[in-house]
């Protein structure tokens, strides 16, 4: 969770510092930027919430959005190397991230949370609607 966190506010300092290097800022360049942040900041919250699903789309983002990120690096490369060097270091923390996500204790995690929120801690689960009133 370290990782992701550390992309996350990486990428968003990264990002921050790019609006600041352009001349004009269009309304366009900060809504595309921040769609992918609020994407990833929803399924960083999920993951942590313990819902499994939410890191095998994190792992699908990272890898559909893995050819962006290599173009934007190289164009990066051009304005300057610090930006270049900080998009390489989102990524691969980004890559370390998901790939510590599917380690065995993660997995048994997930598991354990998944149990947790499907259980009734010993108690009978209700049967059905029960009206106001009603002492069944």
């Not at 969770?1 to 990428?11: D, P």
């Not at 990272?62 to 990524?91: D, K, N, P, W, Y």
């Not at 048994?108 to 010993?122: I, V």
Request: with cysteine; aromatic share 14%.
């Amino acid at each position: 969770m370290a990782y992701l966190g550390a992309a996350f506010v990486l990428g968003l300092g990264r990002f921050a510092w790019k609006l600041s290097q352009l001349d004009e800022v269009c309304a366009s360049a900060v809504v595309g930027g921040l769609i992918p942040f609020a994407l990833l900041g929803i399924l960083f919250f999920l993951i942590w919430s313990g819902k499994n699903w939410a890191r095998y789309v994190y792992a699908a983002f990272l890898v559909l959005s893995s050819q962006m990120a290599g173009a934007g690096i190289r164009e990066q490369f051009h304005v300057t190397v610090v930006g270049a060097l900080i998009g390489i270091v989102q990524v691969l923390l980004q890559a370390v991230a998901a790939f510590a996500l599917f380690r065995p204790e993660p997995t048994r995690w997930f598991k354990e949370r998944s149990a947790a929120t499907h259980s009734f801690e010993g108690q009978t689960p209700p049967t059905g609607p029960r009206r106001l009133g009603s002492s069944e």
